[in-house]
């Protein structure tokens, strides 16, 4: 697996703090929905920074998509959430990860809980258990401060998006009657399939969060061989 | 255990291609110090370092260290009893 | 041949002499925060700072007994091994010339040991002659446990993974024993002017 140029073909606005990158890297792998791809940096002075993102895009989508929440102090998110231009020219490497990735098996539905960026491999879920037409139940339930945080926000607020279930952590819009907190035990317990059922589950998102939420499912007597996590560390951004 | 800071065995996911020669995410590994069991993919993983420390879920105790010296891999697996090969 | 990245110059200080920065190093305005485990967390009740081994008997201080000794605030250069450098930084701490006078030993080598079960190792003449402090405070506050506090090794002379977090002691020793990262390929002594990064270098 060896770094490979990808140029940045188009650069899509997302939230206030991320922006999804659309890249042509020549000689691409299909990848699975929810892996990703290390990124690699070169200043003039020889300098290296290296990062991982999740790929937001399917399998199917004619080009691979990441996008980036820009952290504060970062080093590299800033710099590709606000620097790069179309027709810039980054090193990528992957698609990398067997772990964290979604293919349907029959019968077995599935619950996707991301926590702010975390959403990004569950949104390439989502995407490719439509484009692939599959039957199996499947339900994101996504944590963001405000609607205003909320990544894919058309995508996911659309009529056709799917079974999407929203909690705005921090502020919610007038007449909002989705939920309104962190994800709980009892959260969780309202949304996740039953246990009886046997949901494969991918919580993906802050360090924090996904072990608040994993252990609630635990607790919730979900087999803990059958969720499946994807930290992003203490910001749930960047670490390197 | 919980440690907000850490991240987990995804996050190296590339630097274990690198090492092993392949996807270890869902290699399965037992702890050599408290005997838990589990995917690569869950070890809690800390990078910034002067290397690679993946340590034990249950018991935080060191299952591998990962340094490159010089373009050279150098591994530590020795707190993992057992690691077996991903399906 | 790596290509560089159109724009991309990471967190570096521009305008930095120089002659300041050892080989290979790049000057970072952040002070980042590289751990081998989790941080620990104890209570200064319990803490306590010991110099054993090739002593006649351990010394030992309380956090209370530790906090009374005589102690400095210097403005050093810092340079870790992955490779960025922070110039200018301030600590207040207690002087190793200070904890280890009257401390009678025929050691020539010193293992320093941490909460957590981190150690590193560096010949004891290192840790003498005003180059080495036990520091509480970092930048006029008290040092944060994801620094390395209550108290942290410091000895700006070497790569940093030499100045180890949470310190507890010094094992004071006959024969040299390399720590944590020396036992990883990691340099024994470690001068940043040298580029002594691993062994051999």
Redesign the interface.
Do not use: C
């Given at each position: 697996?060896n770094?490979q140029?990808g140029t940045v073909l188009e650069l899509i606005e997302q939230t206030a703090r991320t922006r999804s990158i659309v890249f042509d890297v020549p000689g691409w792998s299909r990848h699975r929905a929810g892996q990703?791809v290390?990124v690699?940096?070169?200043?003039?002075?020889g300098?290296?920074?290296q990062r991982?993102y999740s790929i937001a895009s399917a399998p199917e989508d004619r080009h691979i998509e990441l996008t980036v929440e820009r952290i504060d102090?970062g080093?590299v998110s800033p710099?590709l959430a606000d620097?790069?231009?179309p027709g810039?020219?980054?090193?990528l490497?992957?698609p990398?990860?067997?772990?964290?990735a979604w293919e349907e098996a029959p019968g077995t539905p599935v619950f996707l809980v991301g926590g702010g960026s975390g959403v990004v491999p569950l949104r390439a879920m989502l995407r490719h258990h439509r484009a692939t037409g599959s039957t199996v139940p499947v339900r994101l339930l996504y944590s963001a401060r405000s609607l205003e945080d909320v990544i894919y926000r058309d995508e996911l607020t659309a009529a056709d998006a799917g079974d999407v279930r929203l909690t705005l952590t921090r502020r919610q819009p007038a007449g909002w009657t989705g939920y309104g907190r962190r994800v709980d035990r009892e959260l969780a317990a309202e949304v996740c399939w039953p246990e009886a059922e046997r949901p494969l589950v991918y919580v993906c998102g802050?360090?924090?969060f996904v072990?608040a939420v994993a252990g609630a499912l635990v607790k919730l007597g979900h087999d803990a061989a059958r969720i499946?996590?994807?930290?992003?560390?203490?910001t749930g951004g960047e670490?390197? | 255990m919980?440690?907000?800071?850490?991240?987990?065995?995804?996050?190296i996911?590339?630097t274990l291609?690198?090492v092993f020669g392949g996807?270890m995410?869902?290699a399965i590994g037992t702890c050599g110090h408290c005997g838990a069991r589990g995917?690569?993919?869950?070890g809690v993983v800390y990078?910034?370092a002067p290397g690679v420390v993946v340590r034990c879920r249950s018991c935080t105790g060191l299952l591998m260290v990962i340094t490159q010296v010089h373009d050279v891999f150098c591994v530590d697996a020795l707190g993992l009893v057992e690691l077996q090969a991903?399906a | 041949m790596?290509?560089?990245?159109?724009?991309?110059?990471?967190?570096?200080r521009p305008d930095v002499d120089p002659a300041r920065v050892p080989p290979g190093q790049?000057v970072t305005q952040?002070f980042p925060v590289l751990s081998a485990g989790p941080t620990p967390h104890g209570s200064l009740d319990s803490w306590s700072f010991t110099i054993r081994g090739q002593v006649d008997q351990p010394h030992t201080w309380t956090w209370d007994e530790f906090q009374a000794l005589p102690h400095e605030t210097v403005t050093r250069d810092i340079h870790c091994v992955t490779?960025w450098s922070k110039l200018d930084t301030v600590w207040t701490g207690v002087s190793l010339d200070t904890l280890l006078d009257g401390v009678e030993t025929s050691a020539e080598y010193v293992t320093a040991f941490s909460d957590g079960g981190y150690t590193t190792n560096l010949p004891l003449e290192d840790l003498t002659g005003g180059r080495a402090w036990i520091a509480f405070s970092y930048d006029d506050e008290p040092l944060h446990p994801e620094h390395g506090g209550p108290a942290r090794l410091l000895v700006p002379h070497l790569y940093f993974w030499k100045s180890a977090k949470w310190v507890r002691g010094l094992e004071l020793q006959l024969e040299d024993e390399p720590g944590f990262w020396e036992g990883y390929g990691y340099h024994n002594y470690g001068d940043p002017w040298r580029e002594q990064r691993y062994a051999g270098d």
């Open positions: 697996m770094w140029p990703h290390d690699r940096l070169t200043a003039e002075d300098y290296q920074a991982s102090d080093e710099f620097e790069l231009l810039d020219e980054i090193e490497r992957g990398i990860g067997g772990y964290f802050p360090t924090g072990e499946r996590t994807e930290r992003f560390g203490p670490t390197p | 919980t440690d907000s800071q850490a991240l987990d065995g995804n996050a996911a590339g291609v690198e996807d995410t869902t995917p690569m993919a869950e990078t910034r991903p | 790596t290509r560089i990245t159109r724009g991309f110059h990471g967190r570096r790049y952040d490779k």
